[in-house]
């Protein structure tokens, strides 16, 4: 349903831009960027409803840019000025109501 691409190895202080195609039409949906590191649980990192409204986390805030293209029904993640803290798996999903559906992942590792 969902495919994640853009995850690799970059130093601290570099850029990174994470995209997820879906197969089905995304207008109506939440999309968002999750992030999963070693030991730790699943967390948002952002998100963006179908009328364009935003929401961050905060460790992201400044450095993290979501966006969406409902014509190609896809959702991009640009990431700026990487931490090392932000090495982990990122997952894109979207949400409507009772649907809920996953990508598979993609690893991103930020080297101090």
């Known amino acids: 349903q969902l495919q994640a691409f853009g995850g690799g190895l970059v130093q601290a202080g570099e850029s990174l831009r994470l995209s997820c195609t879906a197969s089905?039409?995304?207008?109506?949906?939440?999309m968002a960027w999750y992030r999963q590191a070693p030991g730790q649980q699943r967390q948002m990192v952002a998100s963006?409803?179908?009328?364009?409204?935003?929401n961050y986390a905060d460790s992201v805030k400044g450095r993290f840019t979501i966006s969406r293209n409902n014509a190609r029904n896809s959702v991009s993640l640009e990431m700026n000025s990487l931490k090392p803290e932000d090495t982990a798996v990122y997952y894109c999903?979207?949400?409507?109501?009772?649907?809920?559906?996953w990508g598979q992942g993609t690893l991103v590792t930020v080297s101090s």
């Open positions: 999903n979207m949400a409507s109501g009772s649907r809920m559906y």
């Open positions: 963006i409803s179908p009328g364009g409204h935003l």
């Open positions: 089905r039409n995304t207008n109506a949906f939440f």
